[in-house]
């Protein structure tokens, strides 16, 4: 059945992060009405560390954001790998990281992208789907205030569900999580410090790699650096039957953990904003159904070890701008033209993460011992190409899916 999109046309975006906000800007310049309706009670301007890649950095620039986000990347900056006794050795600099990544937190994006949204787009706080109905004219959707339990029914000629990792239009739709989560027994946790860790230049990256489990410190210009905790899981659901910064140090026991890990410790603790969760893909075979899209980490969750999340979210609300504009009669041609495009690349993507997740947290001694030597090569201009080789196919996170 073909679906028709009509002027005046309405979308819902769910979500106020990276995809849905990029989303809503590029709908809005193809002639469409969105309205963002956003779980939490009010928009979240910090966040943990990113790297915008070349795909990403093309979209951004499209959108006419790309000055704004800027570039955290501390000149010169070199990552020391250490371990728990602070004993340290120069590893990876960080200029020499392939692929040539904006260094940037996942506020500047986010930040950047709604300083870009038209004054008059309609944002709803503390709002969250809760029936999705599908007809010949539009999708109609009921929504609930979390605080005070009122609800509207309204419809729209398309509902675009940016709603991250356990999407509840996901949910609405195409089913539950089961159905779409991959595993992969691993958890994340990511602050921004209260201050530089003691003994190391604020300038200076910290990664600290064990087997089956890792802590990375993240250096930014003019501001204090992000700490990321990843470590190897047999029992997911018992991280989050205890306050988080117990799982996070039984996690990096029975050792010691020593004056660095326990400062890491403490300004997890303490900080306002966090990301503590289990690391999940999301693999489907459909992204879209009738007049309803999943867009970013909703519908191909990439996981933090790839890189590519902001990266994909920004490019993917780009293209299904573009193939609505292409098709402005025909909504279902264009997220099938939309689909097409994308999904080979996402999938690419999916693959290499995994790859790179041996990187960032090594499951075992064996993989650890391959990650140093991996390191060594790093270090030599020699080796490097060796190195930038192993670390995954870099030609994939410089690609303008966009136009290619």
């Known amino acids: 059945m073909t679906t028709s999109a009509t002027p005046g046309r309405r979308v819902l975006i769910v979500g106020l992060g990276i995809s849905g906000i990029a989303t809503a800007l590029r709908l809005h310049?193809?002639?469409?009405?969105?309205?963002?309706?956003?779980?939490?009670?009010?928009?979240?301007?910090?966040?943990?560390?990113?790297?915008?890649?070349?795909?990403?950095?093309?979209?951004?620039?499209?959108?006419?954001?790309?000055?704004?986000?800027?570039?955290?990347?501390?000149?010169?900056?070199?990552?020391?790998?250490?371990?728990?006794?602070?004993?340290?050795?120069k590893g990876l600099n960080f200029a020499d990281v392939p692929g040539e990544p904006r260094v940037v937190m996942r506020g500047d994006i986010e930040n950047a992208l709604f300083s870009a949204l038209p004054e008059g787009v309609e944002i709803r706080f503390s709002t969250v789907p809760t029936r999705i109905e599908q007809g010949d004219r539009g999708v109609e959707v009921t929504t609930t205030h979390t605080k005070t339990g009122a609800t509207v029914t309204e419809r729209f000629d398309?509902?675009?569900?940016?709603?991250?990792?356990?999407?509840?239009?996901?949910?609405?739709?195409?089913?539950?999580?089961?159905?779409?989560?991959?595993?992969?027994?691993?958890?994340i946790g990511?602050?921004?410090?209260?201050?530089?860790?003691?003994?190391?230049?604020?300038?200076?990256?910290?990664?600290?790699?064990e087997a089956g489990r890792s802590v990375w410190i993240f250096p930014f210009v003019n501001h204090n650096p992000g700490v990321l905790f990843s470590?190897?899981?047999?029992?997911?659901?018992?991280?989050?039957?205890?306050?988080?910064?117990?799982?996070?140090?039984?996690?990096?026991?029975?050792?010691?953990?020593?004056?660095?890990?326990n400062q890491l410790f403490d300004d997890f603790a303490s900080a306002d904003e966090y990301l503590f969760d289990s690391v999940n893909q999301v693999r489907m075979n459909r992204w879209h159904k009738g007049r309803v899209?999943?867009?970013?980490?909703?519908?191909?969750?990439?996981?933090?070890?790839?890189g590519m999340g902001a990266s994909t979210g920004l490019a993917g609300s780009e293209l299904l701008g573009n193939m609505l504009e292409k098709y402005p009669d025909d909504i279902g041609r264009a997220l099938v033209a939309w689909e097409e495009k994308l999904r080979p690349f996402i999938v690419d993507l999916q693959a290499d993460g995994?790859?790179?997740?041996?990187?960032?947290?090594?499951?075992?001694?064996?993989?650890?011992?391959?990650?140093?030597?991996?390191?060594?090569?790093?270090?030599?201009?020699?080796?490097?190409?060796?190195?930038?080789?192993?670390?995954?196919?870099m030609q994939l996170k410089m690609r303008d899916i966009v136009v290619q």
């Open 29 to 89: 310049r193809a002639g469409w009405e969105p309205v963002i309706i956003e779980r939490a009670p009010e928009r979240r301007k910090g966040g943990y560390f990113i790297g915008l890649f070349g795909t990403g950095q093309a979209s951004a620039k499209r959108l006419g954001v790309l000055e704004a986000i800027g570039n955290r990347a501390p000149p010169q900056s070199v990552a020391y790998e250490v371990d728990r006794g602070n004993r340290r050795r």
């Open 293 to 306: 899209v999943l867009v970013g980490d909703a519908a191909w969750c990439l996981t933090l070890y790839s």
């Open 354 to 393: 995994l790859k790179g997740r041996a990187f960032f947290t090594p499951s075992g001694e064996a993989q650890r011992i391959v990650r140093a030597a991996l390191l060594r090569l790093a270090g030599s201009p020699v080796t490097r190409p060796i190195f930038q080789r192993l670390m995954g196919n």
């Open 190 to 209: 990511a602050a921004i410090l209260r201050k530089p860790v003691s003994g190391y230049n604020p300038h200076d990256g910290l990664i600290m790699a």
């Open 231 to 261: 470590y190897r899981v047999d029992d997911v659901d018992a991280q989050f039957r205890r306050p988080r910064i117990d799982s996070l140090r039984k996690a990096y026991g029975p050792k010691p953990a020593g004056p660095l890990l």
């Open 158 to 187: 398309l509902l675009v569900g940016a709603d991250g990792m356990r999407s509840t239009v996901r949910n609405l739709v195409f089913g539950p999580p089961e159905d779409f989560l991959y595993p992969l027994n691993y958890m």
